[in-house]
């Protein structure tokens, strides 16, 4: 077994129980989710909401009806919330390396998907391994939104985790996650750490690793959604980790028709709609770019293209700028 695998499995299948068990703040809730995530929070049960070890809140608002995918789910409580947020309509499947795990994750589900008043059969878990989805019968073009939550930093290998991610995703669809970054590459004596490895302090990317491996798959420009600095708060820890600076971030990437990934003209601006639930008057689609309802913007090339063909086209109404 890699050493990566192992830790994951001594981290977080025996000693770590949830975010207050960590020695740097990367898993302690960050920012403020959006105010309908929020809401939501409440109603997942108790023993769910405090094994959640995530770094950030990887969640598109306007996602009813749609599948959606969760990359190691652990105990589930992105997959609950995800569930809530997609409606009676919509399908949600966490899928987590450790049967520890899925097992919490399933304890509550019957409950939660009464207490919702949901068909029980669209919220499931399953035990198996982002890098191969292939082997838990994921089909390609079978999802709407994956999302993850600081997870990938915990691959070994991650160009694999992008590319079955694009294979799963329907055209259009998105995968929006937060994770863990670094600023350097770090000195090869702390590399075979196991705990650090377990916290994802050793398999971190840089942000310009992540690039490369994102496009690589294939997918489109990377919009980032919400930043945060982590502190180390060990001291031992910190002395092994010397000057790197770690930071959590959510990203959002789309999969695109290939012949539309570049906009045809340039020319054009995009007004929203105002028809995404709980977004009447503005849609923030990242820290970059925001769309007040009615008001024609001007987009890229590559913009017009995300707005143009992927599940949130239906929200925009594009139009050559010259014509609004
Ligand atoms: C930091 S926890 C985050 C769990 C969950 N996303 C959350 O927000 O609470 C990392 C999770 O990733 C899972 N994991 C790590 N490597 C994995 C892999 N290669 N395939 C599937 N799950 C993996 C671990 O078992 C663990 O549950």
Sequence with gaps: MMISTLSVHKFYGESRKGF?????????????PHPKVEETLQLVPEPVLVRSCGCGFPFPVGIDGLKI????????????????????????TG?????????????HADSFCQRLRYPRSHLR??????EDLKSAK??????????????????????????EAYRVL?????????????????????LDHQELWGEGLLGALTLSEFEDIVKKAGFSQIHRVHSNPIAIVDEHVKSLLGSARYQSVTHRVFKLPQSENVGMSGQIAAA?????????????????????????THVDSALEALLSSSWLAKHFHLRMATDF
């Design 20 to 32: 207050k068990d960590f020695k740097t703040t990367a898993c302690a809730p960050s920012g403020r």
């Design 69 to 92: 995918l969760d990359l190691g789910c652990g105990c589930g409580r992105d997959a609950y919330l995800a569930c809530a947020l997609v409606g009676p309509q919509g399908f949600v």
């Design 95 to 107: 899928i987590d390396l450790l049967p520890e795990q899925v097992q919490v994750a399933e304890e």
């Design 125 to 130: 878990f399953m035990v198996g391994s982002i």
């Design 138 to 163: 994921i089909e390609d073009g079978s999802q709407d939104i994956l999302i993850s939550n600081c997870v990938i930093n915990l691959s070994f290998n991650k160009q694999k985790v992008f590319d």
């Design 170 to 190: 329907t055209s259009g669809g998105e995968f929006h996650f937060s994770d863990m970054y670094i600023d350097r590459h770090l000195d090869s004596h702390v």
């Design 272 to 296: 929203y709609l105002g028809s995404i639930s709980g977004q009447p008057e503005v849609y923030r689609l990242s820290q970059q770019h925001e769309f007040k309802t009615g008001l024609p």
